[in-house]
């Protein structure tokens, strides 16, 4: 079994920002589509008479998170950062679904070229172009790809399977399962314990389901009180959403994670496409360096960290890595045929 990891540079190719870039990306959308009064245009407002300029969102979203003692976000009350915050997530969903249907020939190349049954993408970005392509080539369904049960009869099973440990813009994340008022209980406790997420039509629309697939789990929420299921780009990541009941969709999450460790420690091949494993990362970080089969050939293509991420690999007792191309995903693609350039 082989096991890709994906980042921010290998959806580059179909319009995505980098991470790096997300902030001013999205700034630009939110002003260039949304009216002067818009709750978002405010929120970045509010964001620019701060900080300036949204080029570090990563530091930007971690104050605004952890509220730290002398930090610019602590001028702000709870309120308001709490307001900005979740303005931001549902912002970031949006616009990364805006351009979604841009073409992602690169994906599609990578599902047709590379991929065999039984192998495992674990992707560390939000949009879902990627499992666009893999139905298109026949090797993946919603049925069981992303790790959980759809729960939709007649859809066969996946072949290829995609983790994304940092959550989707196609899940709608459900608070309380969905339910609303004082008898509330916790979605992990629940018959969603498993999927406390549902698809919205249009999503799966996107993904190439007809018209009359839906989400089974829909016809069980009367009012859906939720948010999308989005790990925010915070440097101290939190796989939990904290409620006044508790943690919610903590078993969620975890199930997603063990599975991605599953897959890193069996896996004999191990890909590494534009994900630079930043320091901000330090749950993929350990994912990756700590929970993978140390005998796996290891692949890196993430441009200019790919050197510095074979030398963590070697560093850690990896017996065969090395990089390949000159580090974008096109490279790793016309150098399949190619022994990569390895270190030991």
Sequence with gaps: MNAYILGAGASQHAGYPLARDLGIALHNWVNQTKPADHDYRNYFDQIGDLYGELGNIGHILTELDECLPGSRAATLQRPTRASIMAGFQQAMREFLNAIRDAPAPLYERLARECLNPGDVIITFNWEAACERELKRAGL??????????FGYDGIPAARVKVLKPHGSTNWWSLIFGGRMGGFSVSSDSNSLG??????????????????????????HVARAAGIPAIIMPTFKKRFFEQTSRGREQETFWRSIWQQAECALASAERITIIGY????ADQDARKLLLEKSNRNARITICSGGASTAIQDEFISRGFSDVGTIGQGRFEHYLGDLANVPTSRR
């Design 276 to 279: 630079s494993m930043p320091e």
């Design 194 to 219: 498993l999927r406390p997420t549902i698809f919205f039509s249009l999503d799966l629309k996107f993904l190439g389901y007809p018209d009359q697939i839906r989400d089974p789990e829909c016809g």
């Design 140 to 149: 993946w369904e919603i049925s069981d790809g992303y790790g959980f049960l």
